[in-house]
């Protein structure tokens, strides 16, 4: 490439700066240096002997400087040893190569950074940590390099000076440097261009030489000179003498003249520099003979048009006929390839590059145009699936080809979506390297992604099906259609205790059971016929070792594509614990149905709804208890058959059920037929699991009425037998008694009288005859403490707690409205007397207290008694004792529908509260 002024004159410039520099006493000559580098550079001497020259007359500027050249090799990351001329070849070696990038000493950091680099002591420097030592070995201590740039900006490689001493450049060897570096360029350029021209020209004489080439040369007044004689070679007429031109252009095909004049006159008038131009031209024989001539302008004029050419000429018809034909083939290629769709492409080996069709792009789905296609280039091996590339390396060897020379692969490629897909190929070498590589190979792609998925799809199936099969955890059979076992998994014989091997030997009906053997034919017959699918059934096989295996076989029939029976496929579960589990539940359920129906009363189950029981079951005793079935007790309501007290309690037990705790309580009903019932019902919610919520309620309805009339009767009994009792005691013994005391007294009078020493004997009889009639009347009090005719209960209350008084004990009230309207009835107003004269007790023996009430409420609805005392209280722990006393009292509670609470007062001591319904 030529140089500027400036550069051009460079020995000048080297004179000017050397000039301004100091001056050494080196015994260099810097003219010999120079004198050697120009005569060098005016031959064709090789790059390092130039370089060398370069780098001599250099060193030749200042004392002590040794300069060296490095060049960048053909990978752009390493600089390579040029030129060293006064450094010592170990040195050299021992730094070879220099890899571009900061760090690695002066040269690698000035190629890396485009930048000259200034090391004053390579010691100090963090650049030369890695080189460091080996220059202080060799004595070196100072390097400054400079990159060499070309022309159009391209590294080609660094210009070191190095010192023996720590130094910094001063500004004119600064100077110095950066013009060395620009020679440098300028040497190293020159020998390239020369090179290039050396070459061309080498290639020039050899196609000339190699090849039936016309050279010729014309100027604008029509002279023309053709070398060799290549018109007669070529057997056209060379149209010499005047008007030559002109008679060239008459032999030219009349199809082919307007363009090749049109062509050359626009080289003359400048419009291009030089023109290419195919034509047919008749030869002397009177054939038609395709040329191909380029001509290119030489000389113009001061106007701009040419005033000579050069050119060549040489014959084409064998390239002309090709292409003929070549379009013509390709015309059919073309239509075959557009009527099949197929997906061509072109591999260039060395590049990695293919370039397909359109057909080629739409199977890796880029949406291109047909022109677009042609222009697009795609690499191959990078779009290559990883697990693909080591397999398809040798798919281009020769013994990868079929007989016809063709090869084909198949392998996943990434696609426009970034997936890969599925592709065949098959194509052929059509161009090899001189040591038979392949270089570039043409073929087609097959999209073959959905066989792939589907045949990926089949084989997983089929290994999923094996796993399945083989490690099922139920038993697994494929059966032929005559019953040969043909196949059997793990759990098949451990079901039925035969090894495989001994199963495959036999039939399934030689392991059936006689009585399900029929049924199981009839299945398969059905399936063979194809009236049905497929079918499930319980039957049994025997075991090995004699025993009954029964099992759920679920059957289906495989055919094949002609629709011919292959073989059953079979599932065999073992439902052995199953069957022997069912038997025992039916057991169960039968004795607890029996029960159930022989209960007094009757059995029922439910589910918890928004925290309420709703029965669900009950058994037939229901019917004899209300008078209709479940569901007609449903349908009529609790209110036709409880009371609002009675409904209440039921609501307050179900919730409690709900909650988790058992319910036990007596509750009276009426039946659809008007009969008064008593049922003692006892239930328990039941949950799903731990931590769960009372989903299930069962329990037990026992009828009690006969136990009730029968109490009822009892207690009536011996309240006649109480009255009896008592009025004979208070009537008949209190009135004996009452003579022995008056019959006591008087001889106790007549005695003192007469100065007996009996008289005080006989008084103590009349007063123990006295106190003896007083118990006699408690005792028929007690035995019969209500009576109506006596003021009934709040009578009976008020004897009670006078009977009770004691200077020394507790002060004991009664509070009560003595006309209040008491409607309870014997035997209830027994019980609440009976449990107020429990609680009095408990209170005077227990309570330490200071003040005891008692009191009765009556009202309208109610009657409740209250006992309080301001003792010791009572604890939790003792309110829920199971002691005998309290036991009494709630079992009276219970038989009067009563409710009974034993607490804590509120201002302490003990407070017990019954609370029972006044009837209508």
């Not at 030749?60 to 090799?73: K, N, S």
Request: aromatic share 8%.
């Amino acid at each position: 490439m030529p140089r500027t002024a400036e550069n051009t004159n460079w020995a000048a410039t080297v004179d000017s700066i050397v000039s301004r520099a100091p001056r050494s006493a080196s015994h260099r000559d810097p003219l010999t240096a120079q004198v050697r580098l120009l005569a060098l550079l005016s031959s064709a001497a090789p790059l390092n002997v130039l370089l060398g020259a370069l780098a001599s007359y250099v060193e030749t500027w200042t004392e002590g400087l040794h300069c060296t050249v490095l060049l960048v090799d053909p990978t752009g990351r390493l600089l390579r040893p040029g030129a060293a001329p006064s450094l010592p070849d170990a040195y050299t070696h021992a730094i070879d190569p220099v890899p571009i990038g900061i760090g690695e000493g002066s040269c690698g950091t000035a190629a890396a950074r485009r930048e000259m680099v200034v090391v004053e002591d390579v010691e100090q420097s963090d650049l030369w940590t890695k080189y460091a030592p080996i220059a202080l070995s060799y004595g070196l201590r100072a390097c400054w390099s400079v990159p060499i740039v070309d022309d159009a900006g391209a590294l080609l490689g660094t210009l070191a000076l190095y010192y023996r001493e720590r130094r910094a450049p001063s500004r004119h060897e600064t100077d110095l440097i950066q013009f060395a570096s620009s020679l440098a360029a300028f040497v190293m350029q020159r020998h390239r261009d020369a090179e290039k021209l050396r070459t061309t020209d080498a290639r020039l004489e050899a196609a000339i030489w190699g090849t039936d080439i016309g050279l010729w040369t014309s100027g604008i007044d029509g002279d023309y000179s053709r070398f060799d004689k290549w018109c007669e070679r070529f057997d056209i007429d060379p149209c010499d003498g005047p008007d030559q031109d002109r008679r060239w252009r008459e032999r030219i095909h009349p199809e082919d003249v307007e363009r090749y004049t049109r062509t050359s006159d626009d080289a003359v008038r400048g419009v291009i520099e030089h023109y290419v131009v195919d034509y047919r031209i008749l030869t002397r024989s009177g054939r038609w003979r395709w040329l191909h001539e380029r001509g290119k302008v030489t000389v113009r004029d001061g106007s701009g048009l040419a005033q000579r050419f050069v050119g060549v000429c040489f014959v084409i018809d064998e390239q002309k006929n090709m292409e003929a034909a070549l379009r013509r083939a390709e015309d059919r290629y073309e239509l075959a390839v557009d009527a099949a769709r197929l997906p061509v492409w072109e591999y260039d080996v060395d590049g990695d590059t293919v370039i397909g069709n359109l057909y080629w792009h739409q199977v890796l789905g880029h949406d291109v145009t047909e022109a677009g296609a042609l222009r697009r280039v795609e690499t191959w091996r990078s779009n290559i699936h990883p697990d693909d590339v080591g397999r398809l390396s040798h798919v281009f060897s020769g013994d990868a080809a079929d007989a016809t020379g063709f090869f084909q692969s198949e392998f996943r490629i990434r696609a426009a979506t970034g997936e890969y897909k599925w592709l065949l190929d098959r194509g052929r070498v059509v161009e090899r390297a001189p040591d038979g590589a392949p270089r570039r190979v043409m073929g087609i792609s097959l999209d073959i992604d959905a066989r792939k998925r589907m045949e990926t799809a089949l084989r997983e199936s089929e290994q999923r099906f094996r796993a399945a099969f083989e490690f099922a955890a139920i038993g697994m059979a494929l059966v032929a259609p005559d019953g040969r076992w043909m196949r059997v998994n793990r759990a098949l014989c451990g079901i039925v205790g035969y090894t495989a091997e001994e199963l495959l030997a036999t039939t399934f009906q030689a392991i059936t059971h006689p009585d399900d053997l029929h049924a199981d034919m009839e299945y398969m017959r059905q399936l063979l016929d194809g009236s049905r699918s497929h079918y499930d059934m319980e039957k049994r096989y025997f075991h090995k070792d004699g025993h009954i295996v029964w099992i759920l076989l679920s059957v289906s029939l495989v055919r094949d594509d002609a629709g011919q029976p292959m073989y059953f496929v079979g599932q065999i579960q073992d439902i052995t614990a199953r069957k022997h589990a069912e038997s025992q539940l039916v057991d169960s359920e039968f004795r607890y149905r029996t029960i159930a129906n022989l209960v007094p009363g009757f059995v029922f189950e439910g589910v918890v709804r928004d925290g309420h029981p709703q029965p669900t079951w009950v058994s037939s005793g229901f019917e004899r208890v209300y008078g209709c079935n479940l569901d007609r007790f449903i349908e009529l309501g609790a209110t036709s058959f409880y009371d609002e007290a009675t409904r209440a309690r039921i609501l307050a037990g179900a919730s409690t059920i709900a909650q988790g705790s058992d319910l036990n309580i007596d509750v009276p009903l009426w039946s659809t037929d008007g009969v008064h019932r008593w049922l003692r019902v006892v239930a328990r919610g039941v949950r799903t699991g731990p931590g769960a919520e009372v989903d299930r309620v069962l329990g037990v309805a026992q009828d009690i009425t006969e136990q009730k009339r029968l109490e009822w009767a009892v207690g009536e009994a011996t309240y006649q037998e109480q009255q009896r009792l008592g009025k004979e005691i208070h009537d008949g013994l209190g009135q004996e008694l009452m003579e022995v005391a008056l019959l006591a007294r008087g001889l106790a009078a007549s005695a003192r009288k007469g100065h007996q020493p009996n008289a005080d004997e006989l008084d103590r009889l009349s007063v123990l005859a006295s106190r003896t009639i007083s118990t006699c009347h408690a005792i028929a009090q007690g035995l019969a403490p209500l009576s109506e005719a006596h003021g009934g209960l709040v009578q009976a209350l008020h004897d009670m707690v006078d009977r009770q008084y004691d200077p020394s004990g507790p002060a004991v009230r009664f509070n009560a409205i003595e006309d209040a309207p008491i409607r309870l009835q014997w035997p209830s107003t027994d019980h609440v007397f009976r449990i107020a004269q429990e609680g009095l007790t408990n209170a005077l023996k227990h309570a330490g207290a200071q003040s005891i009430n008692v009191t009765l409420d009556v009202q309208p609805d109610t009657v409740r008694l209250e006992i309080s005392d301001d003792g010791v209280g009572l604890s939790p722990h003792a309110a829920e004792s199971a002691g005998l006393g309290l036991k009494i009292m709630r079992y009276r509670a219970a038989m009067i529908d009563a409710h009974l609470s034993i607490g804590c007062g509120e201002n302490g001591g003990t407070l017990l509260v019954c609370e029972c319904r006044q009837p209508a």
